[in-house]
């Protein structure tokens, strides 16, 4: 079983940064792709964005060119930096990892980390 932590989550205002990390309990070279989801009040979870094992990112509209994702395999960490903050960013923000098995794709997930843009 592979547990994620999330961390870096608080109040910012407006405009602000935070950098949130997830940190994995066994090596992130096994899994294929990571990456950041939200969900806010009342709304579905949203992919925020994700990395590739090559490397390779994606990117939600609405946080393109304002968040940035990055991984280091020494420190089987994912990270978000997330600058330019609006309030509508406010959500709790969850680390996804999937890997593949010979069934299929087995996801897992953090327990969540919330960020809130207020002034």
């Known amino acids: 079983q592979v547990q994620l932590v999330e961390s870096g989550g608080g109040l910012v205002q407006p405009g602000g940064s935070l950098r949130l990390s997830c940190v994995a309990s066994?090596?992130?070279?096994?899994?294929?792709?990571m990456g950041w989801y939200r969900q806010a009040p009342g709304k579905q979870r949203e992919l925020v964005a994700t990395?590739?094992?090559?490397?390779?990112?994606h990117y939600a509209d609405s946080v393109k060119g304002r968040f940035t994702i990055s991984r280091d395999n020494a420190k089987n960490t994912v990270y978000l930096q997330m600058n330019s903050l609006k309030p509508e960013d406010t959500a709790v923000f969850y680390c996804?990892?999937?890997?593949?098995?010979?069934?299929?794709?087995?996801?897992?997930w953090g327990q969540g980390t919330q960020v809130t843009v207020s002034s």
């Open positions: 996804n990892a999937s890997a593949l098995r010979a069934w299929g794709i087995q996801e897992y």
């Open positions: 990395i590739t094992s090559s490397g390779n990112t």
């Open positions: 066994k090596s992130i070279s096994i899994f294929y792709a």
